[in-house]
């Protein structure tokens, strides 16, 4: 096989006063075979010896091990071990190969760096673990920008840190340091923030890492960084992801949490993922059996509501699909209802969503509109603004499309509550999109 690269264009100056004349020039260079990976044809980056004594590149035979394969690609014999030794002689020849012929475009291949062992890591979560027990927040701090290194230069060394407990040795740390005063020593509250950061990429951390993630004192920091104004937006993210991790009975009791996400969803540069995670976190406090009607009530007094309908505006089809799910069980309540039903950008965004986003949404949005229009109050003007804005239409179309068990006795049960005020209304909405109604022949 043989790669080809192009050297550019060659500039060639015609006679004074003539214009520049542009040509172009290919140039095939063969790379000497003992140079590519014998897995994937490439020229070779990090070429490494197997205990067959064939080199690859690091990259390839890593995958290929990854995938289950415990054979040599090109002799098919067992790998005694999976020990990698960087073929530093024919990595020389391959560097000084591009740089002969780097005339011709050829870049010269990085020298790579050697990757972390699984001893490294190991060695280093428990020298993170002995200084924390020690309260030496200065070398603690140095072994987490050690592994933050070490994670920066590949992918290889992320596996090989959260393979090897790194995890569970920083949750450890993080938990020591937060029984301190991080609140008014920035010694430790920058420590604390380092680690959040490094814990951040490592879901998801295993159970003895949650049940300690989800003690009083890592909660309480946590919530702080939450709360806290003149702080970077990064470390609430990394806090909002981990607080996923925790259980969710630790959520539900923990003082601030409620403050802490609804204030996250507000913010005006946080990411799509952080506003999906903090919505998920919500949805399992308003749906979790134990006293979900106080948390409920709790996040309408904190103005869920509105923040709902405002994300609903103009959001993506996860976050929409939470969203919804989220003002759906609010709605559940009659707190939660009545600030609904108050909102004029209730119903109309609710029925907007049905049949655009998903078919989950649309259940979430049927859901929302049955628990407003409430047959046991049956006010008039609820109904009619819900016909104005086209929601029976949509009903019929969504019955015809098809829909769960559930939705389909509240969809059929809101067309006969809306049947009797369609007299009443003097303008319904006929921008519907009707073409997922199933014809009738």
């Known amino acids: 096989m043989v790669l080809s690269w192009t050297r550019g264009r060659v500039f060639r100056r015609a006679r004074k006063g003539k214009d520049l004349q542009v040509n172009d020039l290919e140039v095939e260079i063969s790379v000497p075979s003992h140079f590519r990976c014998p897995v994937t044809l490439d020229l070779m980056k990090d070429p490494v010896t197997v205990s067959t004594g064939i080199t690859y590149d690091r990259d390839s035979i890593e995958k290929w091990i990854e995938e289950g394969n415990n054979t040599c690609p090109v002799t098919k014999r067992v790998l005694t071990t999976f020990d990698m030794i960087p073929n530093h002689a024919l990595r020389r020849m391959i560097q000084d190969w591009c740089v002969e012929h780097r005339s011709f475009g050829i870049e010269r291949i990085p020298t790579p760096r050697i990757p972390v062992t699984p001893y490294e890591v190991s060695d280093t979560c428990t020298k993170i673990v002995n200084a924390a027990k020690q309260g030496d927040e200065n070398k603690c701090r140095e072994l987490v920008r050690k592994i933050k290194g070490w994670e920066k230069e590949s992918d290889r060394n992320k596996?090989?840190?959260?393979?090897?407990?790194?995890?569970?040795a920083l949750v450890n740390a993080f938990d020591f340091f937060s029984s301190w005063g991080f609140e008014e020593n920035?010694?430790?509250?920058?420590?604390?923030e380092e680690i959040l950061g490094v814990l951040a990429w490592m879901r998801p951390i295993g159970e003895e890492g949650k049940s300690m993630l989800g003690s009083k004192n890592s909660m309480s920091c946590m919530v702080w960084f939450l709360l806290k104004g003149n702080i970077d937006l990064s470390i609430k993210q990394s806090v909002a992801m981990l607080l996923k991790e925790v259980p969710i009975e630790v959520l539900a009791n923990t003082q601030g949490v409620a403050e802490g996400l609804v204030k996250m969803i507000k913010e005006p540069i946080g990411s799509a993922s952080i506003t999906k995670a903090c919505l998920s976190m919500i949805f399992?406090?308003?749906t979790y059996s134990k006293g979900k009607d106080v948390i409920s009530q709790r996040f309408v007094e904190l103005g869920l509501v509105e923040v709902l309908l405002e994300t609903i505006v103009d959001c993506d089809k996860g976050v929409c699909e939470k969203a919804l799910g989220v003002l759906d069980s609010i709605c559940g309540t009659k707190e939660g209802k009545e600030i609904a039903k108050a909102n004029a950008l209730t119903i109309p965004l609710v029925v907007k969503?049905?049949?655009?986003?998903?078919?989950l949404s649309s259940s979430f949005a049927v859901s929302i509109v049955w628990k407003i229009c409430d047959k046991a109050q049956e006010e008039e003007g609820v109904f009619v603004e819900a016909l104005q804005v086209g929601v029976f239409q949509k009903l019929l179309v969504l019955l015809q499309v098809g829909c769960g068990e559930s939705t389909k006795e509240k969809a059929t049960e809101l067309l006969k509550l809306l049947n009797g005020y369609r007299s009443k209304v003097d303008c319904v909405d006929t921008s519907l999109e009707f073409q997922h109604l199933k014809k009738p022949f």
């Open 284 to 286: 399992k406090l308003v």
């Open 159 to 168: 596996r090989c840190i959260v393979a090897n407990g790194a995890s569970l």
């Open 186 to 192: 920035n010694n430790v509250s920058s420590l604390l």
């Open 353 to 359: 969503k049905l049949l655009r986003v998903s078919e």
